[in-house]
């Protein structure tokens, strides 16, 4: 997938000085630069800056750069993110690893905010296989939305997080991911909570080159504060990327749909960033556009990874229509492309997306939909 160059209209002045001033550290996406820097600007604008959208909304952001390990260096540029931060670094001070959801509480006591770095965003999720961490992955959904309150009702040690913010910054390979998340947990709202970023790798560097930071005035993000607004064109573009939105996603597969899902949130959240950086309170059409064609980019990323999940669902799906309806032959004919397990969960995917289900040892469709 093409990179999203610096001719792009999601870069803003403050976001192209920082991605060329780590350009030529390494090859890795710049998609991944404007990704992590976003991330990073919201954090640092934490609750103090809200837009509301029915509910509040914050900018905070769960990204996470997929690519090859070697030759995207997604590690590179998170750790450069960090550096870029000079001493407010000192201030978040990140979290590198997550094993309970009540460890991460525990860690989020105080201010209610934190910062979850992991150069591999599958040892996190592996953790929720195990009993005692297997409500991580719907604390994670719930904390995302920024409550108020998070409460951890435990016997031993209870606890309460007031004013939560969290922000994730993650890394991983499309393999790991097909490991460590399901269709299920996709659709059970991580998928489109998560801001998955893909790209092409430029081109490779002999020498690699001093970053530079000196022109990054995060001081500016830590002292606003106030409520967001949209000026009136800002509406009427909204209004007709949301219906356009919409309409386009009648021809969606159900995954695809979920994933695509909270697109016009992650519109508002970068836009929300992009303004306090100018150091407005309104978003205007400008300001939107440009978030607008962010969001386009990580839809076609969506598309991009969305085989890696869907495939053996299709192929079930397919193969059901075409008469293999017993365990048997299903598994017979689908035994060279996946494993028995991976087989086992399509089906069980389908059901649970009301397309097929067992009756009686047999596979038959559904006209369900969930």
Known sequence: MADYDLTRGGWWDDARTFAE????VSNFPLAYALGVFSALSGHLMGRKIMLRYGMPLYANHYVCLVGESGSHHKSTIMHLGLES???????ITPIRSVVTAQGLLQQMQGDGSAIVVLEELSMMLQQKKKD????????????????????????????????????IISASTMEYLRKGLTVQDLMAGFGNRMTFIVGDPRTEQAWPGKPVFEDLAWHRLVKA????????????LWEQYYNDLTRSQTGYTPFLRSMCQRLPEKVLKMAMVRATWAGTSTIDAEILAGAIDWAQYLHEGIESLTPAFEDAEQLVLQAIRDGYTTKPRL????ASMFAATRIREAVLNLNWLGLAKEVSGRYELTTKRK
């Open 21 to 24: 001033g780590v350009a030529h």
């Open 85 to 91: 931060l000079g001493n407010w670094i000192d201030e």
């Open 132 to 167: 005692y961490a297997s409500d991580l992955l719907s604390r994670l959904l719930e904390l995302y939305t920024c409550p108020a309150r998070a409460d951890h009702m435990v016997k031993a040690e209870p606890l309460t997080v007031t004013g939560a913010f969290l922000t």
């Open 225 to 236: 504060e106030g409520e967001i607004l949209l000026d009136s064109d800002a509406r009427t």
């Open 331 to 334: 598994f017979g004919k689908l």
